[in-house]
């Protein structure tokens, strides 16, 4: 049995639609024991035949050919290998590499191509963790960050120093869904000979694919909408398969690696991504149309709202604008919670991408122990409301928003 599987698009199947590379994208075809689906490896280590087997393995491992076996689990697993693969197809990329958590494949990223003395930037409107161990964490390490405005590109080029080794950013973003022209931001990059990462959680490879506009590699959180049903913890990164080595060499030492049995998960839950997609990019739209002619909602952020600062760009580069609605209820804090408590499908809850709706107000969430003066200089208000729109019926999830909305 191959312990690894190639993690490059097939030949045959790349041109396909994505839905079906959503099924079927970089499988092998024929699984062990026959099995239609792949199934979960569970071990630790992996054995030899006997001695010269070992050699032989150990040989083929020194000259770089060791591509169909590892001999510890923390270097490769085939149930792993099989998600790597069908991300890889999903995103158009030559490999692609699987971690235990989102932020394990963030920082890894990080770790991988920074040094002391090195120098990065950082788009603002990013994941609190992610810009809390950019500034805070890589800092003690001698690492200096810029963070620009994600909607100035003139600003980023100028925030370059001879010794900016990296560009990071989100695309559309957290919360606020801002979304970078990335082919301008890939020709500033290339032409200053810098690396470029996109964390995609929220667009997912069915809305775009950040790759195909000149990024060097693409981030999900596999927790969120990859996988799709609120269960499992993943991330994965894909690229060049260069790039994804010098991870993979990363990720064997930092030891950040996904358990077979999660990584069954995501493989199970990508087989319904477009469709789950396609519902999710519906119900978004129904709702941010709906809340942004509403009397009691004071803003909307939505990519596909002519109101929204990049809808152009969104336009231009996006297949569909995602199922996430960031808005700023007309009340106060108390207000904006009674309309959170008066929701009757949603879950308050972090996270996003599930079938099920989460809503939070992020100043009770994700932000609470900062200071008032703090969130307001990141722009997360009292009253700004995340709503995470699952696959539930749009009537439904209308009607809920409208009594909801009449408390308050």
């Known amino acids: 049995m191959d312990v690894q599987t190639e993690t490059g698009c097939d030949a045959r199947i ?24 792949p199934p979960i490896v569970q071990t630790a280590t992996y054995a ?3 001695t010269a087997d070992l050699i032989a393995f150990q040989e083929s491992r020194l000259w ?5 076996r590892v001999d510890y689990g923390r270097y490769g697993n085939p149930t792993v290998a099989a998600l790597e693969a069908r991300v890889a197809a999903l995103e158009g990329a030559e490999a692609a590499a699987a971690f235990s958590t989102g932020m394990a494949a963030i920082t890894a990223v990080l770790l991988a191509f920074l040094r002391s003395g090195a120098h990065l930037i950082v788009t603002e409107d990013a994941y609190r963790r992610t810009r ?3 500034l805070q964490f890589l800092r003690r390490f001698g ?6 405005p994600i909607g100035d590109l003139e600003a980023l080029e100028a925030a370059i120093r001879p010794n900016t080794r990296l560009i990071f950013t989100e695309t559309p973003t957290n919360p606020y869904l801002r979304v970078i022209d990335l082919e301008r931001l890939a020709e500033i990059a290339r032409r200053r000979r810098i690396r470029t990462v996109v964390d995609s959680t929220f667009a997912t490879p069915l809305n775009l694919r950040p790759l195909d506009y000149g990024i060097d590699l693409v981030v999900h959180s596999a927790t969120k909408y990859l996988c799709g049903h609120n269960d499992v913890m993943a991330g994965v990164i894909a690229g060049s398969a260069e790039l994804i080595a010098g991870l993979r060499e990363m990720q ?3 030891g950040g690696i996904l358990d077979p049995h999660a990584a069954y998960l995501v493989l199970r839950g990508l087989k319904t991504l477009a469709l789950r997609v396609q519902r999710q990019n519906e119900n978004g739209m129904r709702v941010a149309e709906f809340l942004s002619a509403h009397p009691k909602i004071r803003r909307v952020w ?33 207000g904006t919670s009674r309309f959170i408590d008066a929701l009757r499908i949603p ?3 972090p996270s996003l991408g599930g079938v099920e709706s989460l809503v939070e107000q992020p100043a009770l969430m994700s932000y609470y122990e900062m200071e008032p003066e703090q969130r307001l200089a990141i722009g997360i208000t009292d009253n700004l409301v995340r709503l995470s729109l699952g696959i539930e019926d749009a009537d439904d999830l209308l009607a809920d928003l409208d009594q909801a909305l009449a408390r308050i």
Do not use: C
Not at 64 to 68: L, Q, S, V
């Open 14 to 37: 790349e041109t396909r639609g994505p839905s079906t590379l959503a099924v079927h994208g970089g499988e092998t075809r024929h699984n062990p024991y026959h099995a239609v689906v």
């Open 48 to 50: 030899f035949r006997d």
């Open 64 to 68: 770089g050919e060791a591509r169909d």
């Open 132 to 134: 809390q161990f950019i």
């Open 143 to 148: 690492v200096e960050a810029t963070v620009v």
């Open 252 to 254: 064997a030492m930092l």
């Open 302 to 334: 939505y990519p596909g709202l002519p109101s929204h600062p990049d809808h152009a760009v969104a336009r231009r580069l996006m297949r569909g604008f995602g199922g996430v609605v960031t808005f700023e209820v007309a009340a106060d804090r108390e």
């Open 347 to 349: 879950y308050i809850a």
